[in-house]
């Protein structure tokens, strides 16, 4: 799909009622700072989540991801990753999507479908998507890890330096306006390109997501949001209001690209 239409309102849909208020409507809340700079009033006009002019080029990307997928990441054994894996998880969604989610690795269920964001924490990933009246196919999901660790364990820095040129690689097609970081491995590893490419010495450290979710960072003009892994919300459900204004946010920067 390379173009998707919705309703610009923040109007509570049954994706929110499921994602958010079932866990969070009974606590106070108040926005995140950098949200607050960005009003929602008055806003209820149609949107494009991708421009014209980028859905020129969706053959061109999906063709590039193809031979990304077919002819670098497929049969990869660059990393001792590739031995336990049933099939590797290139990541889906729409090549040519101004929103892109960035998880961490595949668990046992992508593991046996080869797609991203399936199980538990990929349905409750697609309920969020769907909170801001997006579909999961207008967007692009993919993960800094394209095999699974073993026991869900966390990914190794071999792993992610092996990797993450696979990733580095799907970012440069896809070229997304916006990129949502989920959880603490995605935005450690864009916190990291940001660093390495700044000539002026910028340095972010990463602390935790609670400290960074809420602001706006900056990766080669591409507008990255933090916020928690939807594997913590399962744990945690009261972060989902967190999740909530992230979201929230997001939508109101792809209206501005519109
Ligand atoms: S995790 Fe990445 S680098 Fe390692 S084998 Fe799988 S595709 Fe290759």
Same mark, same amino acid.
């Given at each position: 799909m390379s173009v998707a239409q919705y309703k610009d309102s923040f109007a509570f849909n049954a994706a929110v009622n499921e994602?958010? $208020?079932?866990?969070?409507? %009974?606590e106070n809340h108040t926005k995140p700072a950098a949200a607050m700079q960005y009003s929602t009033a008055g806003q209820s006009r149609d949107i494009t989540l991708t421009s014209p002019l980028k859905s020129a080029e969706n053959s061109a990307n999906e063709e590039a991801l193809k031979k990304l997928r077919d002819?670098? $990441?497929?049969?990869?054994? %660059?990393?001792?990753?590739s031995k336990e894996r049933?099939?590797?998880?290139?990541g889906e969604g729409d090549a040519d999507s101004d929103l892109m989610f960035i998880g961490e690795a595949p668990g046992a269920d992508e593991d046996k479908t080869?797609?991203?964001?399936?199980?538990k924490a990929g349905q409750l990933l697609t309920k969020i998507i769907e909170s801001i009246n997006l579909k999961r196919e207008d967007v692009y999901i993919a993960n800094i890890i394209k095999c699974r660790p073993p026991g869900n364990r966390n990914p190794e820095q071999n792993e992610i330096e092996n990797c993450s040129p696979f990733l580095r690689e799907q970012i440069d097609i896809i070229k997304p306006k916006i990129i949502c970081t989920l959880g603490k491995f995605s935005t450690m590893f864009i916190f990291n390109e940001i660093n390495n490419a700044a000539a002026g010495g910028d340095n972010i450290e990463f602390e935790k997501i609670g400290s960074h979710r809420g602001k706006i960072y900056n990766y080669k003009n591409i507008k990255v949001i933090p916020t928690f892994h939807p594997s913590y919300l399962l744990r945690n459900p009261s972060a989902k209001k967190d999740v909530w204004e992230d979201m929230k946010l997001i939508r109101v920067l792809l209206s501005e690209y519109i």
């Open positions: 994602f958010y $208020i079932d866990s969070a409507r %009974k002819y670098k $990441i497929n049969n990869c054994t %660059k990393c001792g990753l049933n099939l590797i998880v290139f080869g797609r991203p964001f399936i199980g």
